[in-house]
């Protein structure tokens, strides 16, 4: 079984341009979540969707947001990026509508994020 | 004050040693993950626990819901256990959403 997949691996991007991000998760898991790392802040949880639907959400500004589509891969847009943006950009996937409190969560290796 | 707290910061130990890293939370959490991750980024689940105790290999993570506190104990440490160890509490009075400890960096020496 493949594990989650994240694209691209790295991305550099322009202060004021927006981005947009895919996780794939595994295959069957319908709950995908985000996360935000950086040095100074450490992890940070963006959101959480399950069946297409956001279920729960981070405290991050309305310039993140994301989707998930009818076969469970999802996206996260981030709009007029700023320089605090970059970061790396993990997504994990869950195998039960227990989401987030789920025995498990599988990581993807993330999406390296640089915004100059 | 960050809501989730973890120590020590760093640890270094010998092969060999028992070692012992601790998260304290502020609000009621209804879940907690411990979490490790390797240079290079990438993040593997260790435990979700509840309640209790749980016991995966030489791995072993507590949680006691009244304190607000869980420890996840290594024993007989390897050199491949040196990552960096985070916990993460569930809390829907928080929102329903996952807040992270800032870590424990880890290195066993041989």
């Known amino acids: 079984k493949a594990g989650v997949t994240q694209t691209p691996r790295y991305l550099i991007k322009t202060r004021g341009q927006q981005v947009t991000l895919s996780c794939s998760p595994i295959?069957?898991?319908?709950?995908v979540s985000w996360y935000q790392q950086t040095p100074g802040q450490g992890l940070q949880f963006l959101f959480e969707y399950f069946s297409e639907t956001q279920r729960n959400k981070g405290n991050f500004p309305g310039r993140f947001s994301g989707r998930q589509f009818s076969n469970s891969r999802s996206e996260m847009n981030v709009s007029t990026l700023e320089l605090g943006d970059s970061a790396l950009y993990l997504c994990a996937s869950s195998s039960s509508d227990r989401g987030l409190t789920n025995e498990k969560l599988f990581f993807g290796s993330g999406t390296q994020l640089s915004v100059l | 004050k960050n809501e989730v707290e973890q120590s020590p910061q760093n640890l270094t130990a010998q092969e060999g040693e028992f070692i012992t890293i601790n998260c304290s939370y502020s609000v009621g959490i209804s879940a907690l993950h411990w979490l490790q991750q390797h240079p290079g980024g990438g993040i593997v689940s260790l435990f979700m626990?509840?309640?209790g105790k749980k016991k995966h290999g030489r791995l072993i993570a507590t949680i006691n819901i009244q304190e607000k506190h869980s420890s996840l104990h290594i024993t007989a440490s390897h050199p491949r256990d040196s990552a960096v160890y985070i916990c993460a509490a569930y809390s829907k009075a928080a929102g329903n959403k996952l807040t992270f400890g800032g870590g424990t960096r880890v290195l066993v020496k041989p």
């Open positions: 626990l509840s309640s």
């Open positions: 295959s069957g898991h319908r709950s």
